[in-house]
């Protein structure tokens, strides 16, 4: 079901007029949870969040059961970024478009693929086509040339798709190639149409001061990976440095590996499931789907003249 950030009687906004909208208040940090599938995006919007992150790492180990290691095509991405983003439109949903899967031809169609799929923003980086995640080690990199025709690309199928999409330029030099080069990958992006600057594998929030600082009025985005490279940064920490996004890409991921697991391991020596929050009370199929929208279906039929749920559910 469509929900909406409006009130009544006033104007509706799509996932990208309300994130280039949040870009436009210069003091305002876009703190973007990481979820993988609809139903922690399904979670996440309960909890009336600005925007979304659909991580590629998430997407790649729960529809394919793998590791981040450029495994999850165009298609496998975009169709989880469709059913994400849908959920409700109006809250903007950022995502991971990894190196945007080919070349310029191929950057384009997956550039249009996302706008028509209601993405708000996307990232592309400058690893080679079969990457890795980016807080690992010994990641390839294209050549600057070829990194600012994906952006270049990226920009000319937004503009042919009378698009506004948030175009987010990501590189992973900094490990290989130093600060200097990285900075200046970033800087060439922006001028061939980069809305974003997202300098990944920050060590150290020195770095990440002055990274925000070097690129001046461009908005910068901060990834904070538990355990990856970064520091674990506050959202207050990542204000005051002046980023203006901050994705938290293993956030679900994080603290789902280990309930699942406790579980799991409570099943199999005790032949029994303990409550969650160790009070007895289990958490039961309706509210789970009420987070789903199982509310709003039942008053969409009613409103329609349904009789389905007459009585209830």
């Known amino acids: 079901m469509v929900l909406s950030n409006a009130p009544n009687g006033a104007e509706y906004q799509t996932g990208v007029q309300k994130l280039r909208s949040l870009l436009a208040q210069k003091d305002k940090l ?16 309960a909890e009336n969040v600005d925007c979304l992150y659909m991580t590629g790492a998430g997407t790649t180990m729960s529809r394919l059961g793998m590791a981040d290691m450029g495994i999850a095509t165009m298609n496998d991405m975009r169709d989880n970024a ?20 080919g070349g310029a031809i191929m950057v384009g169609r997956t550039v249009t693929a996302y706008i028509r799929a209601g993405v708000a923003g ?26 600012i025709s994906r952006i270049k690309a990226a920009a000319m199928a937004r503009a042919r798709s009378h698009s506004d999409i948030v175009i987010i330029a990501r590189t992973d ?8 080069a990285a900075l200046s990958r970033l800087r060439a992006a922006v001028a061939a149409g980069a809305d974003v600057a997202f300098l990944e594998g920050v060590p150290s929030a020195d770095m990440a001061r002055r990274f925000v600082r070097d690129m001046q009025d461009t908005p910068c985005l901060f990834n904070n990976v ?12 990542t204000r005051e440095i002046g980023f203006r996004i901050a994705i938290y890409p293993a956030l679900a991921l994080e ?5 699942v697991q406790k579980a799991l391991r409570q099943l199999v020596e005790k032949g029994r499931v303990e409550s969650p929050q ?34 209830g559910a």
């Open 30 to 45: 876009i703190v973007c949870p990481g979820v993988y599938d609809g139903y922690t995006a399904r979670i996440a919007l």
């Open 82 to 101: 469709s059913m994400i983003a849908n959920i409700d439109p109006s809250v903007p949903l950022i995502a991971d478009a990894d190196t945007g899967y």
């Open 122 to 147: 996307l990232h592309l980086e400058d690893q080679v086509v079969t990457k890795r995640c980016g807080h690992l080690n010994n990641k390839q990199l294209v050549s600057t040339p070829d990194f």
């Open 173 to 180: 030099a900094l490990q290989s190639l130093g600060y200097d």
């Open 226 to 237: 538990a355990g990856g490279v970064s520091p674990d940064l506050s959202v207050h920490e």
């Open 255 to 259: 603290v789902v590996y280990p309930a």
């Open 278 to 311: 160790g009070d007895g009370k289990r958490v039961s199929p309706r509210e789970m789907f009420e987070v789903c929208g199982l509310g709003e279906c039942m008053e969409f039929d009613r409103e329609a003249g349904g009789t389905a749920y007459s009585e």
